[in-house]
């Protein structure tokens, strides 16, 4: 179970493998990584700084952790998020889940990009042809979290 | 108590951070933002739409009627954007 | 929009990577792992084997992919679904998703994995201190799979 | 025809591809599963309860009332457990 807030890219590969070595229980692993695009609400991005709260941004990721790990029976979880300054195709956020079952493993690593994305301290600003930019939140990044608010982990299959 | 801004409504205000002696009547979050407009006219610019402003105590996303203790750590922002 | 059926392992890092190289319209991928339990119906499983039906395999998860590719809105797709001998902790698939959006990416990728599991022709002949058993089908592959049958891609957020 | 087994129904009758001529009164897969108990008593055991005696045609699912050609490449098996 761990959270890692940093500037440096990740190896999701890697990530993988130390999350599954030498374990023998896990029946799947999902894995989610979110990238950078170069276009945004209809304009071209050619970079992004991510800002975010130093100490808030783990105490949040660590307690949505928590949070899946008490819904679903998880093997493992983790999240890599960055800050800084990225370009498009650039990697933002790993969010990786291990469970014996696939459905739970899906649902809890679809859980954790939710909740972050409603709950983790980070801004971006994006640098478009018109000028830097803060990004805005998005009504549907709120209805998607909204969605796991009143539910409990599902543990079939 | 030290009050920390982030993103746009750090740009707006110009500060990143500051300290702020409160007056005995701002109890509140609420009490706290609207306080906080009368600093400067920046201020009242950066912090006229509440729907935008979120506020965390000590690290801890709180609604607008959360109480306030002298050594509390606020911090606005506006609503986040990661992932 | 790639399947593979092999006998070799497969590394996830180097698919995902090949999958997002110098593309930035990409804003997610999804991926799920899936491995070799050392557990199955309270029975330890000392190894496995897959059987499929050459031909068939390949045909049924190009038709599988498309259907994902009609459905959501996906930069790229890729599947890769191993057979043969496997033992407790080795990858038996990979199913991986490429999006402008997460909810595309998220879903598509399940999807992909639900129908894979009840129509993509594989048998697994499990080694149990008991003796080799083949495994049988589950009700809740075929309820997961069930929920996709008339269900429209969500191209939300 | 080319008659493909596979998993445990290819374990319970022994082979693993056969070519059979059908007689003409056979029209569909219902009717090829219960002409090939008929062939020998591994047979008749394999292929006894037909929920769990899939059949695909030409490499794709078809349900038992799917009409069948001369060269057509039929497969029995059990449901499937990949992924």
Same mark, same amino acid.
């Given at each position: 179970?761990? +959270? %890692? +807030? ?8 890697? =990530?993988?493998?130390?999350m599954t070595r030498g374990k023998t229980s896990i029946g799947g +692993?999902?894995?989610? +990584? ?32 928590? =949070? ?5 029976p998880l093997d493992d979880a983790l999240i890599i998020h960055r ?8 990697q933002i956020v790993l969010v990786a889940t291990a469970s014996a ?17 409603? %709950?983790?301290?980070?801004? %971006?600003?994006?640098?478009?042809? =018109? ?24 543990? %079939?299959? | ?5 982030? #993103? ?7 500060? #990143?951070? /500051?300290?702020?002696?409160? *007056? *005995? &009547? ?18 009242? &610019? ?9 506020? #965390? ?12 203790? *002298?050594?509390? /750590?606020?911090?606005?922002?506006? *609503?986040?954007?990661?992932?």
């Amino acid at each position: 179970m761990t +959270v %890692k +807030v940093q500037r440096e890219d990740f190896d999701v590969g890697a =990530e993988l493998a130390a999350m599954t070595r030498g374990k023998t229980s896990i029946g799947g +692993v999902t894995l989610f +990584v979110g990238l950078v695009r170069d276009m945004a609400g209809g304009e071209s991005v050619s970079a992004m700084t991510l800002e975010h709260y130093p100490g808030m941004t783990e105490k949040q990721l660590e307690a949505i952790e928590a =949070e899946a790990r008490a819904r679903w029976p998880l093997d493992d979880a983790l999240i890599i998020h960055r800050y800084g300054r990225l370009e498009p195709g650039d990697q933002i956020v790993l969010v990786a889940t291990a469970s014996a079952h696939r459905e739970a493993a899906f649902e809890s690593c679809h859980f954790l990009i939710d909740w972050l994305k409603t %709950k983790a301290p980070f801004w %971006k600003l994006e640098a478009t042809p =018109e000028g830097e930019r803060w990004v805005e939140a998005k009504d549907s990044d709120d209805a998607a979290a909204a969605r796991w608010a009143n539910q409990d982990g599902d543990q %079939k299959g | 108590m030290k009050v920390l801004y982030f #993103a746009w409504l750090r740009t707006k205000i110009g500060v #990143a951070a /500051e300290t702020v002696d409160l *007056p *005995p &009547e701002v109890k509140d979050v609420g009490g706290l933002v609207e306080w906080l407009k009368t600093r400067s006219p920046k201020h009242a &610019e950066a912090l006229a739409n509440s729907k935008v402003v979120k506020v #965390a105590v000590n690290q801890e996303h709180v609604p607008y009627d959360h109480p306030l203790s *002298p050594g509390d /750590e606020v911090a606005l922002f506006p *609503p986040v954007t990661g992932g």
